[in-house]
């Protein structure tokens, strides 16, 4: 897995004066708007409105409307978009829970790969050898 990361962001937390964040405070304030923006697309692509894909999702049409002008979930990470098609379409048709499993599901898919890792090494300060995400 090739890291393809493009944002110059880089935001720590002091702990214990080293700078270290957690793979789970990485995906909540990196991957998870991106997955989302991600989703926004797709489901509006596939036909949905914006209104739609926001209810479905759980998030506000505000929030749909900043991830399709790139003000919200631009930091740039190679996403698995044929996992987030599937996603998409699965969240589209199921029940209120659908979005939360889906979600989650790429999550998972998202370590697995290695795009955490990735996003980790930009923007925290992961374990020299590190492999928690993947267990």
Not at 42 to 54: E, P
Not at 61 to 89: C, D, H, N
Request: net charge positive; proline share 3%.
């Amino acid at each position: 897995m090739v890291c393809e990361l493009t944002s110059e962001v880089n935001l720590r937390t002091k702990h214990s004066g080293v700078n270290m964040q957690t793979p789970q405070e990485i995906e909540v304030k990196y991957v998870l708007p991106v997955l989302r923006r991600e989703l926004a697309k797709q489901m509006i692509k596939l036909g949905l409105s914006q209104k739609d894909a926001a209810k479905k999702l759980g998030i506000s049409g505000a929030a749909v409307s900043q991830y399709l002008k790139k003000k919200r979930g631009t930091e740039g990470m190679k996403m698995p978009m044929a996992e987030i098609t599937k996603s998409a379409k699965a969240i589209m048709k199921g029940e209120k829970t659908e979005a939360i499993e889906e979600i989650n599901r790429l999550c998972r898919v998202i370590r697995k790969t290695r795009v955490l890792c990735c996003v980790h090494k930009k923007y925290g300060k992961p374990l020299k050898g590190c492999a928690i995400c993947l267990k």
